[in-house]
T-cell receptor, first 112, second 114 residues
Framework: DTGVSQNPRHKITKRGQNVTFRCDPI?????LYWYRQTLGQGPEFLTY????????KSRLLSDRFSAERPKGSFSTLEIQRTEQGDSAMYLC??????????FGSGTRLTVV | DQQVKQNSPSLSVQEGRISILNCDYT??????FLWYKKYPAEGPTFLIS?????DKNEDGRFTVFLNKSAKHLSLHIVPSQPGDSAVYFC?????????????FGKGTHLIIQP
């Protein structure tokens, strides 16, 4: 399967705990994106990388959130001191820099 | 402030008929528009796009129309098939080609009835 892979698919955590999600993009895609989707909303842009460089961050990405893409391959998104408002689907996508993205199936986070 | 608006949360269409999904935007800097389709428990799938230099783009059963003066675009699906039942998102970019972050609407749930 050469699609975008996200792990885990589901994560339940207690408020205040840290969580980390992983995204493996399509190997030849140099751009990688993170989005968040809550119920009844469209995906909201969080951040993107071109190779290993983080080029843009949304104001939605508070200082509790950090994303990395070491060596320009897979990426991780960490949320520290989770809050109930962080409950959402976290979507990763990759792109060769031209038309359209390929999204992964997402990681559903539930903070209890 | 919603810069991309899909005012119909749901739309029901009979199989074989035309489905028309609408999208309005407020940011005049948007120059590239995309439609995505999403099934439950899956990520969105790219369908079709249009640049602001065009007013129509067609790909098989899917056609996107852009009216820049009205800041409005629409997706036409002809003929509608049961597998088209999904949530459709309109998205826009101001960075040319959509390579940077996209702004999405809230989606329209299309239901194709047999």
């Amino acid at each position: 399967d050469t699609g975008v892979s996200q792990n885990p698919r589901h994560k339940i955590t207690k408020r205040g705990q840290n969580v980390t999600f992983r995204c493996d993009p399509i190997s030849e895609h140099n751009r990688l994106y993170w989005y968040r989707q809550t119920l009844g909303q469209g995906p909201e842009f969080l951040t993107y990388f071109q190779n290993e460089a983080q080029l843009e961050k949304s104001r939605l990405l508070s200082d509790r959130f950090s994303a990395e893409r070491p060596k320009g391959s897979f990426s991780t998104l960490e949320i520290q001191r989770t809050e109930q408002g962080d409950s959402a689907m976290y979507l990763c996508a990759s792109s060769p820099g031209t038309d359209g993205y390929t999204f992964g199936s997402g990681t559903r986070l539930t903070v209890v | 402030d919603q810069q991309v608006k899909q005012n119909s949360p749901s739309l029901s269409v009979q199989e074989g008929r035309i489905s028309i999904l609408n999208c309005d935007y407020t940011n005049s800097m948007f120059d590239y528009f995309l439609w995505y389709k999403k099934y439950p428990a899956e990520g969105p799938t790219f369908l079709i796009s249009i640049s602001s230099i065009k007013d129509k783009n067609e790909d098989g059963r899917f056609t996107v129309f852009l009216n820049k003066s009205a800041k409005h675009l629409s997706l036409h699906i002809v003929p509608s098939q049961p597998g088209d039942s999904a949530v459709y998102f309109c998205a826009a970019s101001d960075s040319g080609g959509g390579a940077d972050g996209l702004t999405f609407g809230k989606g329209t749930h299309l239901i194709i009835q047999p």
